[in-house]
């Protein structure tokens, strides 16, 4: 006859499935900061500094920023991003802390905010046509997933909401990004012509400057006639 496991036991070694998920350095941080209805209201900003859901969210969360962070400062500045970012993400962590996802932490919903931002922007003032449709995907899927009750659907919303006013800034961004002209900028015709540079017709013409009958003209010199008028042109 099999053994059997006391009630409320657990195999040594393992952990409950709801703290399951770690830290890399110091696991108990994550029940400390992680969003939770019963905990500070300060979890659902303090939830963005922690993933609990291991490695592959850490890896997955830290790429995403590496891409999609220096897009966003670039076209959004520094401060504007890094609102987009914290405003986005707050918001994300408070819906999801009132039911839609009670427990957890990570900083994707923020980054899903910068994602919404650039799109909306651009899909208003941006230059190309083709990818300003395709900006309208990602508004789209804000409504899908808000409808599915995952909060990177509140991420991208809010972030689509603050792109509308950042618009003329991403539309300026764009602008300088487009406006220097390798042609216009190193074009010959435009800078310094070769042609009109070293032309001897527009600068000295040896013809002119070394020609013995604009110069000294032996005939001229010593004809006694044109010395004869010289002497009558004295007096």
Known sequence: MAATRPAGRRRPGRRAHG???????HPAIIGTLQ??????????VTALLVQSSGWFQTVFNLAALIVVAPVA??????LRALAVFLVAGVAAQVVSAAGWSPHGGGDSVAIC??????????????????LRLASLAIPAAAGVLCLLTNNHGIGLAVGCVLG???????????GQASAPNPASATD???ATDPASATDPASAIDPASATD?????????ATDPASAGSLRERGR
């Open 73 to 78: 400062a670039r076209t959004l500045g520094n």
């Open 35 to 44: 969003r939770d209805p019963d905990g500070g209201w300060w979890r659902v």
């Open 19 to 25: 703290d399951g998920h770690r830290q890399t350095i």
């Open 113 to 130: 905010g910068l994602v919404g931002a650039l799109a909306v922007g651009y899909g208003l003032r941006g230059t190309r046509r083709e």
């Open 212 to 220: 013995p009958a604009s110069a000294t003209d032996p005939a001229s």
């Open 164 to 174: 509308v006013p950042l618009a003329s800034r991403i539309s300026s961004a764009t």
């Open 188 to 190: 010959p015709a435009s």
